[in-house]
């Protein structure tokens, strides 16, 4: 009996407001937004790929027909490695924006990624970018409460809310089905974008298909969770308040306050509790960190001396020309490997610094359930910051390989002794470059990424119990008159 | 009357509140500007040190050597930031206000950003502007939305409509009230930041104020038109609302993706590469044809001659260098061109949507704009040639450190001329506004 009252309360919430004109013109509107914004990126997210493939291609090319030459002037030459982001960034393109998604990689040199899209707009990119995740994020709660707020409290202003009463609903199965009528219509702005963005990821032929739908397989149940809580804060406002007009401004402040004030507050407060340091700062200290540690471009420094002079002893010869191997190449492979631990250990400071910053901002998504969805989206998307960091490390990572394999040819195959003027050039030949693998990147698992955070996925759970204490109390203490 | 209403409006707990909420907004944004001016400054002013100690430190290890010396030594430009960037902190947040580059190739350096999180940045600064342009206009429909509504849906308008010949001015009255209310807020915003911060008071500064107000007028205005119609208070709340949401961000974040999308920018990517290419690749070819350039480049150095047979020699060097700017000069143009297209259709965009103009101008007031930033890296560009053709002479002819008076060697600045073009910043709002008031007004007339 008790379960065919909510049902019945269910299905007439949900019915009445797919019965509106209004209502499905606006989920209409809605849907359209979004496949527009999926339309758009996909376009956009191909041409990137395509300019990205094409570059990749011949960086590649370049590399492999570069004539002969000395290994170390290689190493100077460098690579190129892109960044392409996620298929799913057409769904929510989190980061991207602010991401550069090049990087110059050469010698005893740590080059960070430049030119982001942002670094390229003007002030409309700080309006924020147009993507399903935007519009699912924060307008269809704006519209949720809209199409919400007088569910409880017109009733009341109506009197109908005690005639439903006094034929045996309780206050907790109206509050229930209120609740539930208004989440289940909600979904209508939910689902069908799903299947269009794994569509068009598939298309895109990125990635596997099995990651796209273990992806989005988390994504809806979030959202799922997202628009409960959306919906359960509009039928508790609705049924606390006096007036249906009350709701609505309340709600909105509500609104005003989650989705635009908070999430901005907390960034902000992010920034001034774990500053970050200037790039000119970073440099200056990791130069005079690596200063200390050798300079192998400094003939005096006495590490290099050290090592020197044991070498000597070792190979009992009386000068470094005299060694069976390219002493210079040596050296050089010695010095990366110490700038390569200093940069490493500098730049993990630095990235604890964004961790830091990254934690507040999930750690507030225990404040403010719509930073919980932006975070959880974005890794399910894989458009996240952590994503990012893996480019880098792959970067520096092939950097380091490619720098020290190049050493190794410099240390085995050049001559120790400078050859004399207008002497045959102290170089190998260009097929050596071909044997060096190209740079592959490869995405993020989402299983790793959600490891590192798991935070905002732990927060919507703790929403989900928020909700039904809201609903729970509002249905115990609903006021009929 | 008037005093009646005043009372009304100040007796309603619920306006205060909000124009308290506005104030503790606008406060916070302030303080955030003066954070970033704090910040900024800070960076410009170690810097200065900085580039002292490496000039010193490589000055110390390779006297001998200039080209060497000039190898590792970065001469920093500062982009002058004028204290009004602390209300609208623009791109200035990823785009560094100082940037160092050494007499190598410059494209490979130009790009270089300052280090920022990429979330923080996605979010956007909580600055004045941002106040400004989002949160006002929620104040001003809260405030306004139900003005003739509430009365009817209390069913005063009726009593009123036999009492008074003129329920325009009654409302219009109401509505002076609040603009006036709203109006001191923002006043009394802005004159706290000019204390706190010490804008100095000059022109960009009244024009940045008056832009503001102008804003605050058009919403006004805008929500005199829409209750005009005499619709229900829920109505009017979810049309000014649709209109808000709207303009702050359906509109805007679509024709930012629109532009992504047909203006792209990939020059940035092609002219890395052809900078690398031009460079690197000059290793391994013939010395003459690049002197060949170089000379042809700059004349002036012909007297520096490089032999096919010779070892390695600066001046090759620097001339190998230079060919990576050549090679990628083109695309480095193209780039430049695209951004400036970009930001043209967002001023066109912003002719119609006052937020976006808003934004716009007074970026280009506080100078963090992109055009600030177009015309800083035009200067960079003319810095780094000064200053490789000042040192060239010495490092060709094998001069040592000490033909360099390095004190001299300090950082520079750069600042921008502001241009203001009145027509262009006022018009819009102008126009924007007496359209909707005359059409206001036609519905005013048979109010009653």
Known sequence: MARSTLQLIISKTRQDLMKGQQNLLITATILLFCFLSIGVGFIKYNDTSAQIGKYRKEVREQWEHRPAKHPHRMAHYGYLVFRLGHPLSIFDNGLDDYLGNVIFLEAHKQNSANLSEAGSSGTLVRFGTFSSAFILQCLVPLIILFLGFGLVAKEREDATLKILSTQGASGREIIWGKVLGLWQFSLLFLVPVLPVVFFVAVVSEAVVWTDVVFRLLTILPAYMVYYFFISSLTIFISANSRTASSALVGLIGFWLVLVIFLPKGIQFAAQNLYPIPSRIAFETVLEKDILKAGDSHNPDDPHFKNIKDSLLARYKVGSTNELPFNYSGFVMKEGERISSQIYISHQKELEKTYRDQQRFSDISAFVDPMVAIRNFSMIAAGTDYYSYTQFQKQAEDYRYKMAQKLNDLQIEKISNIKPEKGGPPAIIEGDNWKKFPDFEYRFTSFSKSIQQQWMPAAALIFWLTICVLMIEISGRNLKLI | ?448
């Open chain 2, 1 to 448: 009357m008037k005093n009646y209403l005043y009372k009304q409006f100040y007796r309603n707990k619920a306006y205060t509140i909000a124009l308290l909420f506005l104030f503790l907004a606008g406060m916070m944004a302030i303080y955030t500007g003066k954070k970033f001016l704090d910040k900024n400054q800070e960076i410009i002013s170690k810097t200065e040190q900085y580039q002292k100690e490496s000039i010193d430190k490589n000055v110390k290890y390779h006297k001998d050597d200039l080209g060497l010396i000039l190898y590792y030594i970065k001469f920093n430009l500062i982009n002058e930031t004028p204290k009004l960037a602390a209300l609208n902190i623009g791109m200035r947040d990823i785009k560094p206000s100082i940037q160092g580059v050494t007499i190598r190739n410059l494209e490979e350096q130009r790009y270089n950003a300052d280090f920022y999180n990429p979330a923080n940045a996605a979010v956007g600064n909580f600055d004045f502007s941002f106040v400004l342009v989002f949160l006002f206009p929620l104040i001003i429909v809260a405030f306004c939305y139900n003005l003739i509504s509430e009365e009817e849906e209390s069913g005063r308008w009726k009593l009123l409509s036999v009492q008074s010949s003129h329920l325009g001015k009654l409302v219009d009255a109401k509505l002076l009230i609040r603009f006036l209310a709203v109006s001191t807020i923002y006043l009394v915003l802005i004159a706290i930041a000019i204390v706190w911060i010490s804008i100095p008071l000059n022109l960009p500064l009244i024009v940045f104020i008056l832009s503001g107000w102008l804003y605050i007028l058009f919403w006004f205005v805008l929500c005199r038109w829409i209750i005009s119609f005499r619709r229900s208070s829920a109505q009017n709340a979810l049309i000014l609302l649709i209109v808000w949401v709207g303009m702050n961000f359906i509109i805007p974040m679509g024709s930012n993706i629109l532009i992504q999308k047909y203006y792209p920018v990939q020059e940035s990517l092609k002219a890395v590469m052809q900078q690398r290419e031009g460079y690197h690749n000059k290793w391994d070819e013939e010395k003459l044809p690049t002197m060949e350039k170089f000379y042809t480049a700059y004349p002036q150095f012909k007297g520096f001659k490089v032999e096919e047979n010779d070892e390695f020699t600066w001046t090759w060097y620097y001339a190998m260098q230079h060919m990576g700017d050549l090679e990628a000069s083109s695309s480095s143009k193209q780039y430049t061109e695209k951004m400036q297209k970009r930001n043209k259709t967002a001023e066109i965009l912003g002719y119609f949507l006052p937020n976006v103009h808003t934004q716009l101008t007074e970026a280009q007031l506080a100078e963090t704009g992109i055009n600030n930033q177009l015309e800083y890296g035009r200067a960079l560009q003319k810095f780094h040639e000064e200053k490789r053709l000042s040192f060239y002479p010495l490092i060709f002819s094998g001069q040592n450190a000490d033909a360099v008076n390095w004190n001299l060697q300090t950082t520079k600045s750069f600042t921008n001329h502001l241009s203001i073009d009145f027509l262009k910043i006022f018009l819009p709002y102008l126009i924007l506004i007496i359209s909707l008031t005359i059409l206001s007004q036609f519905k005013f007339r048979k109010l009653c």
